[in-house]
């Protein structure tokens, strides 16, 4: 079935035709209609994660109660791609105060851990599995620093529909399924320990199909002692204590003091001005400002003369990736470790001057002189105006490999997104939070909350947030259609782990790119390849100030659900 469909795909393609068509409205790219309503909104990767969250807005939770009880399900529901044992980023506009809140709850590398030690065992890459790239997970810090600054609700209540389905029991969905039982064996294989006991000996002792009943009593028990002790449930006391020793018995060297001195930051989001809208992101260590060099870039193009999916469209946004994440790989890490020159990289004048690099072909770029990894992605929204944007993950799908014993989740291996080439902004260092790929994003428009959004997908992200912005702002797009619109991404370039591949990368293109347009990027000397399931994962929430409506949207490549009241 599904070899045909592609194959239908394929020539529909092949022929210019959009499949992906609206049966109600008739909107070339959308496969569903828009949900709207009036008090609240949750958009999640998960359907029951979603009406976690609504269950929460009914009860008269706001916004982040429900983004964390829907969160806390998505660590259960979709351990494939989040969990406790990995960081999280949030973007909150807060109704009351009427101004935008950044939180950046990623965790930082092991102070006993040394670049020498690095060096001393050869290695030129920080190895993608194991003890050594696992960094401190920061996702349950950022809960309750969500919750101390804007929550409503009790951490107990919050946390309890998530305890209920991973002691009860739930039904796998279908991509989630296929990725457990692609990733399980894979990690059993390389012999770590507790990865049977933890996935498989719950669940009578194999791995669970689409649509069978899936358990995690591991969880439950450790969701039950944060509700309970609170985040020092987590980062001291036993939990710690089990976590530190049990990395350090895998020849790691995560310590309990690495684990207790963690602490997430407020930040201050940063914008540029696209077309009169300001698009938010979080500043670095994250890369979120690589899609505002992009979208920077690509203002000083007139598209609506452009048409969306042309060569001229994907010719002109590939190059200013490129330009971006040029910058990306030689500016952005721990800004409490180097000076990003966020400004300078966001400025007007800076981007005019990386725009007249662009030409009629693909090139390669060099990063400017600037003088002086699957993931969750989530947004909910609530009848007071308060919305949040937040993304969670653990990196390379399920993580490290790593799993404590009997605490029901894996650890994250963020660490391995460092670089170990000695001089650079992204170099490992004790205590220092390394590039991250998670971003939140959010839309303002006068002043006012207009969209909040992400998409998932490592590298792509900041890809996936121009893509959408311009289906929006540029394509005239509804909300579901701009995240339903096909999409495409380049790979290659220079990377913030120090790698340093040659030529001018490839233009990767989803079903639904014409192919006129593959054959012109061909004629502009871009490599052009096809793959599946590499343009992320959307969610996204608009406020109609002008009807006081919520639309929400999410991802039709995914098993997700926007649902509101």
């Not at 529901?77 to 935008?100: H, N, R």
């Amino acid at each position: 079935m599904r070899t045909s469909l592609l194959s239908v795909f394929t020539l529909l393609t092949i022929f210019n035709i959009n499949y992906a068509q609206d049966r109600v409205t008739g909107q070339p790219f959308a496969t569903r209609s828009e949900v709207l309503a009036q008090n609240g909104m949750v958009a999640t990767s998960h359907p029951l994660a979603t009406q976690i969250g609504l269950d929460i807005l009914k009860k008269g939770g706001n916004a982040i109660d429900a983004a964390i009880a829907a969160n806390a399900a998505l660590g259960l529901m979709e351990p494939t791609g989040c969990g406790v044992g990995g960081d999280l980023f949030a973007i909150v506009w807060d109704g009351k105060t009427q101004k935008l809140y950044g939180l950046n709850a990623s965790g930082r590398s092991p102070k006993n851990l040394t670049l020498d030690y690095f060096e001393k065992e050869g290695l030129e890459k920080i190895p993608a599995l194991g003890p050594l790239p696992v960094s401190v997970p920061g996702a349950v810090d950022g809960w309750f620093e969500l919750h101390g600054k804007f929550g409503s609700k009790p951490m107990t209540e919050l946390l309890a529909p998530a305890i209920d389905y991973a002691e009860k029991g739930f039904p796998l969905t279908e991509l989630i399924a296929f990725y457990m039982q692609r990733s399980i064996p894979y990690y059993e294989s390389q012999g770590f320990p507790n990865i049977e006991d933890t996935y498989m000996v719950q669940n009578g002792g194999r791995l669970s199909n689409e649509g069978e009943i899936y358990k995690n009593p591991y969880l439950a028990n450790t969701y039950r002692k944060i509700a309970e002790g609170g985040r020092d449930a987590f980062y001291k006391g036993e939990m710690a204590k089990t976590i530190a020793n049990f990395i350090q018995e895998q020849g790691g060297f995560l310590s309990k003091k690495d684990l207790a001195s963690h602490k997430s930051e407020w930040v201050e989001p940063v914008s540029v001005n696209y077309r009169g809208y300001d698009v938010w992101e979080l500043p670095p260590n994250g890369q979120g400002i690589a899609a505002l060099q992009m979208l920077q870039i690509l203002e000083g193009y007139d598209f609506s003369n452009i048409e969306f999916g042309s060569t001229e469209h994907l010719h002109l946004f590939t190059e200013a990736k490129k330009l971006a994440f040029e910058d990306r790989a030689k500016y952005y890490a721990d800004m409490d470790f180097v000076n990003v020159p966020v400004a300078e990289l966001l400025s007007d004048t800076y981007a005019e001057e990386r725009r007249k690099l662009i030409g009629e072909r693909a090139n390669r770029y060099e990063a400017g002189e600037i003088s002086a990894g699957e993931t969750i992605y989530m947004t909910v929204a609530d009848k007071n105006g308060t919305m949040i944007s937040l993304i969670q993950s653990n990196y390379r799908g399920m993580g490290s490999g790593m799993v404590p014993p009997k605490l029901g989740f894996m650890l994250q291996d963020r660490g391995e997104l460092f670089s170990l080439k000695r001089g650079q902004a992204n170099t490992y260092e004790p205590g220092k939070r390394p590039f991250h790929t998670i971003i939140p994003a959010f839309i303002t428009k006068d002043g006012q909350p207009y969209v909040s959004f992400g998409v998932m997908g490592g590298d792509f992200q900041p890809q996936g947030h121009s893509q959408i912005v311009m289906n929006l702002i540029d394509f005239g797009m509804n909300l579901q259609e701009a995240g339903d619109a096909p999409r495409w991404d380049h790979t290659g370039g220079n990377s913030p782990t120090g790698e340093t591949p040659e030529g001018t990368g490839q233009v990767r293109v989803e079903s639904g790119i014409p192919y006129t347009t593959v054959r012109g990027l061909m004629d502009k000397r871009h490599k052009v390849g096809f793959t599946r399931g590499a343009y992320g994962g959307y969610q996204a929430i608009l406020w109609d100030v002008e009807n006081q409506v919520y639309h929400g949207a999410s991802e039709s490549r995914k098993d997700g659900q926007a649902a509101g009241y």
